[in-house]
């Protein structure tokens, strides 16, 4: 058998799987989120399973390594440094995906990424921000289990 037609049957299948699964209704919910696509999805379920686990997006973003480390000493206070990147890489990488595609599509996500570009801000810096709010808006559209939705967020 041809390996690009396995792949596609692979790929198939495993949308059919998930589409099923117990967690169906989350994966259909979390792709109408902009940069989550089927794999994403699945990515973000297989990586987080039960989002009941975590009770603030705070530590959510800890999980996945998206919170800045702090240091401190006894002369400076509250300097925060690099990414923590205790969590997932796995799904550290696919929000950074995400977001990535997020913030070309989605005004909401786009005017974000616009303004910390214009503080200033480099563009992995940009798009890790990005990437926090992505998965702030994955939680709470796995937990409300509704559809996202552009007038809810871009308000906030």
Same mark, same amino acid.
């Given at each position: 058998?041809? %390996?690009?037609?396995?792949?596609?049957?692979?790929?198939?299948?495993?949308?059919?799987?998930?589409?099923?699964? $117990?967690?169906?209704? %989350?994966?259909?919910?979390?792709?109408?989120? /902009?940069?989550? +696509?089927?794999?994403?999805?699945?990515?973000?379920? +297989? #990586?987080?399973? *039960?989002?009941?686990?975590?009770?603030?997006?705070?530590?959510?973003?800890?999980?996945? +390594?998206? *919170?800045?480390?702090?240091?401190?000493?006894?002369? $400076?206070?509250?300097?925060?440094?690099?990414?923590?990147?205790?969590?997932?890489?796995?799904?550290?990488?696919?929000?950074?995906? $995400?977001? +990535?595609?997020?913030?070309?599509?989605?005004?909401?996500?786009?005017?974000?990424? *616009?303004?910390?570009?214009? #503080?200033?801000? /480099?563009?992995?810096?940009?798009?890790?921000?990005?990437?926090?709010?992505?998965?702030?808006?994955?939680? $709470?559209?796995?937990?409300?289990?509704?559809?996202?939705?552009?007038?809810?967020?871009?308000?906030?």
């Amino acid at each position: 058998m041809d %390996v690009g037609k396995a792949l596609e049957q692979a790929k198939k299948q495993l949308g059919k799987d998930l589409a099923v699964s $117990a967690q169906g209704d %989350v994966f259909r919910h979390l792709q109408t989120i /902009p940069g989550v +696509g089927p794999y994403i999805g699945a990515s973000l379920i +297989g #990586e987080i399973q *039960d989002m009941k686990r975590f009770k603030t997006a705070k530590a959510l973003t800890a999980y996945a +390594g998206l *919170d800045p480390k702090i240091r401190q000493s006894g002369h $400076a206070l509250n300097h925060t440094g690099r990414l923590t990147k205790r969590g997932s890489s796995y799904l550290r990488r696919n929000l950074f995906i $995400a977001a +990535g595609v997020a913030r070309q599509f989605d005004p909401y996500f786009k005017a974000l990424y *616009d303004k910390k570009r214009a #503080e200033g801000k /480099p563009y992995t810096v940009a798009v890790c921000i990005v990437a926090r709010k992505l998965l702030a808006v994955v939680r $709470a559209v796995w937990l409300s289990k509704a559809d996202y939705d552009l007038k809810i967020w871009g308000e906030s």
